[in-house]
């Protein structure tokens, strides 16, 4: 069983920076990969970021890449998402969540535990 907290969403000016936090409670955190979606108003779920058991592959959707980093540190049993050069069509709920193998992917499917969301809301 693993429990995902996510943390460090708020009001930031367009430019600005963030970085989301996902702790994670469970022994088995440090072989699961682990992803960022993000959910806007009236929308999908989408794809943010991946990063794999180790933190040595990442894969980020096109609307975020180069502005977005995802980490993670196994000793704490945390994520993060680093986010720069933010804009107002980032505004959404972000959401952490974990697959039950070591492998990254996009599809919501694939991601067996979720946590309860943060709100990031950029203004223009």
């Known amino acids: 069983q693993v429990q995902l907290v996510e943390s460090g969403g708020e009001l930031v000016q367009a430019g600005g920076s963030l970085r989301l936090s996902c702790a994670a409670s469970?022994?088995?955190?440090?072989?699961?990969?682990m992803g960022w979606f993000r959910q806007a108003p009236g929308k999908e779920r989408d794809f943010i970021a991946a990063?794999?058991?180790?933190?040595?592959?990442?894969d980020y959707a096109d609307s975020v890449k180069g502005r977005f980093t995802i980490s993670r540190d196994n000793a704490k049993n945390t994520v993060y998402l680093q986010m720069n050069s933010l804009k107002p069509e980032d505004t959404a709920v972000y959401y952490c969540a974990a697959r039950t193998i070591a492998s990254m992917a996009r599809s919501r499917s694939a991601y067996f535990y979720w946590g309860q969301g943060t709100q990031v809301t950029v203004s223009s």
């Open positions: 469970g022994r088995t955190f440090s072989s699961s990969a």
């Open positions: 990063i794999n058991w180790s933190g040595g592959s990442t």
